[in-house]
């Protein structure tokens, strides 16, 4: 017997499944999925096996002998295996990273395996049954010594026995403690009965526990609910009535309980759509919905519904969205309706809680992942409904190695398992909805919000006018009445600041100008230390001007304002108002977001004021007002995709208001409010501004008319950097067809990270067969020799940011 393995080392020659005899005593154990330590230079390496055959081309003399099987039971699923063939091809990157990537990171720390027996030890085959002796779990190693790893395989199988694996990680395994009642009613009354009067408080509590015979108990509940002291539970213990016993407790990443909520009556257009989902369901069609519902439309309703569909055929479901850890009102409403069946899958988790999730799902103890991007490879095997919520947004395309985009994989996981996938969202993506147009996904449309609440009415405040007419603050006019009544009436407000990518611009306050360059439409990127302008596209630089070219005004700076600096000018203006602020410092603290929101909701504060983290999801009823401090951040950043960023953004943000009872109003200040992505954000529809882009993108050729591909150069030396850049440019150039597009190499954005020069390199295409492999052949290049010189390259396939 043959395994293919593929081994756990990131390098070029590396890159493909080498073959291993397996040993006698391992063939019945061994399955594809399964790590594996194989030989491999001079030590041991770890692999995993990726097929298992009876033949191989290696001379008999020559081939090497797996060292040691790692886990009976395969940690991937054979669909995860077909899934990293195509995931290497799909992004380039090395199958190795692919297989990773699907695992939780606990297991590539140290951890630690137990075997638990889940069946009295007589039901179990002798060998195993000494082995445990009276004990209840052992350590995995014991079986492997005792060479009975089939009789134990078979019994895991059987379910007689389960592995358990802890991960070793400081306050890892976390367990509590609980008060035993013994189950001995006899030895109960016996020691009540010995007991003299003078404990009083004993004998009344082993009176309750009578009734109580071998129930567990936290000790607080005992103290707070049945009044027995603890003082009064030690003595119980050591009379030997109880015990207290040290549980092992899944780490809930939930710190309450929610209250459990009911399906409601769907609207008619709600219904039309779960209608259409369900329909692909029951037929086992692979179909790709696109969900377009305005804000507060009631998409989230239709989820929850097309996964109790799924759950009645016994299927799984996943749910992605965005940033878990900023979305804990989203969260709490799936576990709200599906309570127990619920993991949750976020980066606010520590490896051992993601760990325990994933444990729960590969076993099938919950029917329904909610989480984050990588939450889209929860180890299901009987998928039966995938949906990516906010489908427009970034963060669902990985920016390391390997570079998926988690819509690109559920839609493979959608044709595997026969399912529907759902991509919803107010603001799709243009890829999307231009798909949608063209029949490629299934457009499902809600025009309406759920409860027929108007969407808020919305103002565009010119800031140029106001400073025109004297007013410096960073409060217009309007904006400023606008809270000034919410605090009167005792309504609730949200202030957003814009604030995306680490780039900054410099601005007209005067006329609004912002600095362009000169061939390419874009505006320049203030770089601080050297006081220049630089065009991120063609490598243009200039200084700051002293004078706006356009009106000679002298008011043109560097632009950009801190939440720090807005909640300070607030209270200036406002004395009386109370600020929640939320940004990256206020919420570092784990659990720090919830709580800020909880306390929102709590009526807390007046205002919410912070960055894009509160754009999305939030759904208080008192909120009747939001404000953009300015509009014009995202729009000026310099990428193609900036229109449709600030256009997703003020929708969003917008449909924070007026969700419930109250009607909204949302105030967007800005210093270009003549650009159509603020114009139209003020209708709220998004099919003109769809074409109006679509106009933009076809003029420059980007998506999605044409295919855009990064190839990213950096060197901690800026002339090999550019050397480098240049040859990959020239490379491509010389191997690709004439259609193709190929600018640069250019300095990017941020010309230097962490002391290494940045060069970048943009391919722009429509059909170029050839692509993949001449960037495989530049990857080739790059990983067999140019790695050697100092240079890390990247290749991004449909990058989210240029
Ligand atoms: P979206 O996800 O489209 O922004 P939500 O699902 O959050 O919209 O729905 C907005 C509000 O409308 C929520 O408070 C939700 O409970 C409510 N809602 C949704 N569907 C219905 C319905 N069919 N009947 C009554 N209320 C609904
Ligand atoms: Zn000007
Ligand atoms: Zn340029």
Known sequence: MIAQVIVDVSAYPVDRPFDYRVPHQMHDLIEAGSRVKVPFGHRDVLGFIVGLSDETDVPVNKIKEVSKLVDIEPVLTTEMLEMAKWMT????????????????????????KTVHILVSSADLEPQLATIFGDKKAIPYRKFEQAD??????????AQQLQIITVVKQQGAIKSIRKFVVSSDEQFLNQQLDALSNRARKQKQA?????????????????IDDHGISASVQKAIVDLGVATFVEEELYRDPFSHDVQK???LALTDEQQEALQAIENSMNHDVATTFLLHGITGSGKTEVYLQAISNALAKGKESIVLVPEIALTPQMTERFRARFGELVAVMHSGLSQGEK????????RGEVKVVVGARSAIFAPFTNVGLLILDEEHESTYKQEDTPRYHARDVAIWRGRYYNCPVILGSATPALESY????????ELLTLNNRAKNQVLPSVEIVDMRDELHEGNRSMFSRSLAEAIRQRLKRKEQMVLFLNRRGFSSFVLCRDCGTVVQCKNCDISLTYHRNTEKLKCHYCGYEEHVPEQCPQCQSEHIRFFGTGTQKIE???????PEARVIRMDVDTTRQKGAHERLLTDFGEGKADILLGTQMIAKGLDFPNITLVGVMSADTSLNLPDFRAAERTYQLL???????????LPGEVVIQTYTPEHYAIEMAKDQIFEPFFEREMTMRRRSSYPPYYFVVVIQVTHEDVMKCAEYATMASDFVRMNLSQQVQIIGPTASSISRIQNRYRYQCLIKYKREPQLNDVLKQLIKLYRTDWIKKGVLMTVDLDPSTI
Do not use: N
């Open 89 to 112: 091809h799909k992004t380039l990157c090395y199958e190795i990273d692919a297989l990773q990537v699907m695992l939780p990171a606990a297991l590539r720390a140290k951890y630690e």
């Open 651 to 661: 929708t969003q943000v917008s449909g924070r208001a007026g969700r419930h009872d």
């Open 261 to 263: 909520s009911l399906p």
């Open 148 to 157: 009975v790893l089939l009789d134990l395989k078979r019994a895991v199988k």
């Open 568 to 574: 300070s000018e607030i209270y200036k203006v406002f």
């Open 355 to 362: 760990y325990d999730e994933w444990r729960k799902i590969q």
């Open 434 to 441: 231009a798909r949608a147009k063209k029949r490629v996904y």
């Open 206 to 222: 082993i009176e309750w526990m009578k009734q109580h015979i071998g129930e567990r108990f936290l000790p607080q509940e005992l």
